[in-house]
């Protein structure tokens, strides 16, 4: 029922979102719209407010505005063809920068109430393997003194250094036991440079039912020290952790000002081939807080970085770079909405403004029904002078919800896939 429950929240929210921003750029526009539903036919429910029928339908998988005169006009001025190109083409991309601004606002709000992530170590906490980091010999335990040329006292400025050494290399500066070694950067090209900073072992939150729960962990508790060993920091806690599958260690933690201590039996959980050891606890980031001007910064940086790694993802997608297994659907979405609910408001509103970033880049593809598809037809319009033939536009349609269902019944069976195996 929570997964139900938190998939219907998730999709209502982002639906009416979406839909809200084609309704009132219609109605600012002067265009008169006939129905705003929530799902698609067949209508459960329904109510009239003046032109406008309200309603919400039966498949929720997503919502349509209809405006007047979209299909085939009759001339009258308040109707969606009578408008000039730009106006129509402004109505819809109003759905999608809506998404963007629900997602704006959702990080906009947790920087105010959370505070944003403030890390003041340059000191590296892990290298992922095969990494260009690994690659140039940049250890865990270094700290990072210069890149670029440029010195550094916080984490954001190390990445902001290596940002601008993509493609060209450089010089990175650091210090280990002691000494001051000169790295050169030459092979990296794109992507991740793979290397974290050191943080302290905060638990950020707890997995429902898991190990760490059942010991009193609780989120905000920083854990010391694992199997009799002190911990100094998340990964050497996490390392710990997962070598030691299915044991029974004791654990150490801190919480405002107090130590407490307990048995935890540790889960096994298969991961690459491996057996490794799971607590159920997820990092907490060290954070600070920021005013009304540093909340909107962060939410702007949070939101561009989400669109980003969105861009990225769908580029690999097209260049055979990242498997279409990747993909998720309704029933993964489902899943992970109902992880996301049971470890609070938080973090499905978090979950929220990631999927409704997503849901922007994917409306705005040039596939027809989606809204990219309409604005290539409105450029088509602009090029020609005229409009697509009412028969050119039901053929495009018709291919566009084909390739839609295929695709909606690729990534079903891949989530239902996914979550059985998991």
């Given amino acids: 029922m929570t997964y139900a429950l938190a998939f219907v929240f998730v999709l209502g929210i982002l639906i009416f979102v979406h839909e809200f921003g084609h309704f009132l750029a219609a109605k600012l526009s002067g265009i008169r719209v006939e129905r705003?539903?929530?799902?698609?036919?067949?209508?459960?429910?329904?109510f009239r407010v003046g032109e406008t029928e309200y309603c919400i339908s039966w498949i929720p998988l997503g919502g349509y505005v209809k405006l007047a005169g979209q299909e085939e006009g009759t001339g009258a001025p308040w109707e969606f063809s009578?408008?000039?190109?730009?106006?129509?083409?402004?109505?819809?991309?109003?759905?999608?920068?809506?998404?963007?601004?629900?997602?704006?606002?959702?990080f906009v709000g947790r920087a105010w109430i959370q505070g944003v992530v403030?890390?003041?170590?340059?000191?590296?906490?892990?290298?992922?393997?095969?990494?260009?980091?690994?690659?140039?010999?940049?250890?865990?335990?270094?700290?990072?003194?210069?890149v670029g040329g440029r010195k550094v006292r916080t984490w954001r400025e190390v990445g902001e250094g290596l940002a601008e050494l993509v493609g060209r290399g450089g010089i990175?500066?650091?210090?280990?036991?002691?000494?001051?070694?000169?790295?050169?950067?030459?092979?990296?090209?794109?992507?991740?440079?793979?290397?974290?900073?050191?943080?302290?072992?905060?638990?950020?939150?707890?997995?429902?039912?898991?190990?760490?729960?059942?010991?009193?962990?609780?989120?905000?508790?920083?854990?010391?020290?694992?199997?009799g060993t002190e911990v100094g920091d998340w990964y050497d806690m996490r390392e710990f952790v997962r070598a030691r599958p299915g044991k029974?260690?004791?654990?150490?933690?801190?919480?405002d000002g107090r130590t407490f201590e307990g048995e935890v039996a540790l889960e096994s959980h298969e991961e690459e081939g491996k057996t490794i050891g799971r607590l159920g606890v997820i990092m907490g980031l060290p954070r600070r807080r920021v005013g009304v001007l540093g909340g909107i910064k962060a939410g702007a940086w949070d939101t561009y970085t989400i669109l980003k790694v969105t861009f990225d993802f769908l580029e690999g997608l097209v260049r055979g770079k990242v498997s279409a297994k990747?993909?998720?659907?309704?029933?993964?979405?489902?899943?992970?909405?109902?992880?996301?609910?049971?470890?609070?408001?938080?973090?499905?509103?978090?979950?929220?403004?990631?999927?409704?970033?997503?849901?922007?880049?994917?409306?705005?593809?040039?596939?027809?029904?989606?809204?990219?598809?309409?604005l290539v037809l409105l450029g088509i319009e602009g090029i020609l002078g005229r409009p697509l033939s009412a028969k050119g536009k039901?053929?495009?349609?018709?291919?566009?919800?084909?390739?839609?269902?295929?695709?909606?019944?690729?990534?079903?069976?891949?989530?239902?896939?996914?979550?059985?195996?998991?």
């Fill in 248 to 255: 029974t260690v004791k654990i150490i933690w801190r919480r």
């Fill in 326 to 374: 990747l993909l998720g659907g309704p029933v993964m979405i489902a899943h992970m909405a109902g992880q996301q609910a049971r470890a609070g408001m938080g973090a499905l509103l978090l979950f929220i403004a990631v999927l409704s970033v997503n849901l922007a880049v994917l409306n705005v593809l040039p596939v027809p029904v989606l809204d990219g598809g309409h």
């Fill in 118 to 146: 403030q890390y003041d170590t340059t000191r590296v906490g892990w290298v992922r393997p095969g990494s260009p980091a690994e690659e140039v010999g940049i250890r865990r335990g270094d700290r990072i003194l210069e």
């Fill in 394 to 422: 039901a053929i495009v349609q018709y291919v566009g919800m084909a390739l839609l269902v295929l695709l909606m019944v690729y990534v079903t069976i891949n989530d239902i896939y996914k979550l059985l195996r998991y």
């Fill in 36 to 46: 705003f539903s929530l799902g698609f036919p067949p209508k459960m429910v329904g």
């Fill in 82 to 106: 009578s408008k000039p190109l730009k106006v129509r083409a402004g109505v819809v991309l109003a759905g999608p920068l809506m998404n963007l601004f629900l997602a704006f606002f959702i």
């Fill in 172 to 227: 990175v500066k650091v210090e280990r036991g002691g000494d001051t070694l000169e790295v050169i950067v030459s092979s990296w090209k794109k992507g991740d440079f793979g290397i974290k900073p050191t943080v302290p072992a905060l638990v950020g939150s707890v997995v429902p039912g898991g190990p760490a729960e059942r010991a009193g962990i609780q989120p905000g508790d920083t854990i010391l020290a694992v199997d």
